[in-house]
């Protein structure tokens, strides 16, 4: 009898405690449980602070098996090292392939071989120079493209053994896009003639085809695009200080008033910073002066020819668009010109004077050398700037 109370007694006590133990939120963890003894967030039981841990799969929904009951994205334990559910992770996502980049290797031997021979007589028929197809090579290709016209015209870099390329930096801006090379040896676009009257294929320079309409603008920044790819070294240090050309454009914007809103055909028009385009930079020499065709949206000019004779070394223009010559500020051309004053006399608008103005070259901006070079850097880009 008294082993029964006994045992009655002890199992009242076990009673006891077991209903405080639950009191009080705390559960012997088990095999597979969604809640622990004490939160291992904030170190109380009954989880006071509402973050408990993740005891599921978090791909499959389904509950973690392993004994502390702690699921990780790697389909185990980070504790214990086991898991056992039953999912399939999913792959891991599978990279886009890089675009192709055209190169010569691109082109099979047949393809470079009639490039060769059109070259060499194209050379001959247009400028005078007798070259064997042997001496010239490929050396850069810049992809096919369809233009406006039937036929594909293909971006390339060709280069003539023995020939005597200017050694000066060449450097373009065409349809917004910017080439630079290290020399006078400059992409040529290569295919259909347009006009096909003049010859069945033809070599025409970047701004030709785009004049032609041979070439898109989209496709030419394509072109500009591939080729600083290949040449990005040479391209980061080789070009106008992006400062120096941010002044210069802000210099060329206030000295032709385009911060005033012009009105025509009663349509008003107001212009920034990027309405100044530099289509063309033709050096920048000791003096600090910058050699560049520059213009501005809504500018216009007269379609005939012009010419600017500087000291024997002439500059022949398809329209009168010339170039201006920057230093300090102010912009000049390169030779001396005149121009008319008028007054308002007696309420009319009437003409004063003559005014003579030095060019850059007159000013000493330009020695005789460098004006050489800049007659080689512009004829490069004419005659379509």
């Known amino acids: 009898m008294r082993k029964i109370k006994s045992v009655l007694l002890f199992t009242l006590i076990l009673a006891v405690a077991a209903f405080s133990f639950a009191a009080c939120g705390f559960v012997i963890p088990s095999r597979g449980s969604d809640s622990l003894s004490f939160c291992d967030a904030c170190g109380e039981c009954d989880c006071i602070c509402g973050v408990s841990p993740e005891y599921s799969c978090p791909f499959c929904g389904g509950e973690c098996d392993c004994i502390c009951g702690q699921a990780v994205e790697t389909n185990s334990c980070s504790v214990c090292g086991g898991c056992e559910c039953d999912c399939d992770l999913p792959p891991p996502p599978v990279p886009p392939a890089p675009p192709h980049i055209p190169s010569v290797g691109d082109l099979d031997a047949e393809l470079i071989a009639r490039i060769k021979l059109d070259y060499k ?50 450097e373009f801006n065409i349809a917004g896009a910017r080439f630079v090379y290290p020399d006078s ?25 785009l004049g032609y309409g041979s070439l898109t603008r989209e496709e030419v920044q394509t072109i500009a695009a591939l080729h600083e790819a290949e040449n990005r070294e040479f391209y980061e240090n080789n070009r106008l200080d992006i400062a120096l050309e ?61 010419t600017e004779d500087v000291d024997g070394v002439i500059f022949h223009y398809p329209d009168s668009f010339q170039m201006s010559v920057w230093h300090e500020g102010q912009f000049y051309k390169l030779s001396d010109y005149a121009y008319s004053h008028h007054e308002i006399i007696d309420g009319e608008y009437e003409f004063s004077e003559w005014r003579y103005v030095s060019g850059a070259y007159t000013l000493g901006l330009l020695t005789y050398e460098e004006l050489l070079v800049t007659q080689a850097l512009y004829n490069a880009g004419a005659p379509h700037w």
């Not at 040896?185 to 085809?209: D, E, H, K, M, Q």
């Open 121 to 170: 007589a194209h050379l001959s028929e247009f400028e005078d120079i007798e070259a064997d197809a042997d001496d010239i090579s490929v050396t850069g290709y810049y992809g096919t493209y369809s233009g406006h016209y039937e036929g594909s015209l293909m971006a390339l870099k060709l280069e003539v053994q023995g020939m005597d390329y200017l050694a000066v930096k060449h």
């Open 185 to 209: 040896n400059v992409i040529l676009i290569y295919g259909p003639n347009y006009p096909a009257n003049v010859t069945p294929v033809s070599f025409n320079r970047v701004r030709t085809a």
């Open 246 to 306: 941010n002044q210069i454009k802000q210099d060329f914007y206030y000295a032709n008033g385009m911060e005033r809103n012009w009105s025509y055909g009663g349509v008003t028009y107001s212009y920034t910073y990027d309405d100044v385009y530099i289509v063309g930079f033709c050096g920048e020499y000791a003096s600090g002066a910058v050699a560049l065709m520059i213009t501005g949206s809504g500018f216009c000019y007269t379609q005939a020819t012009t």
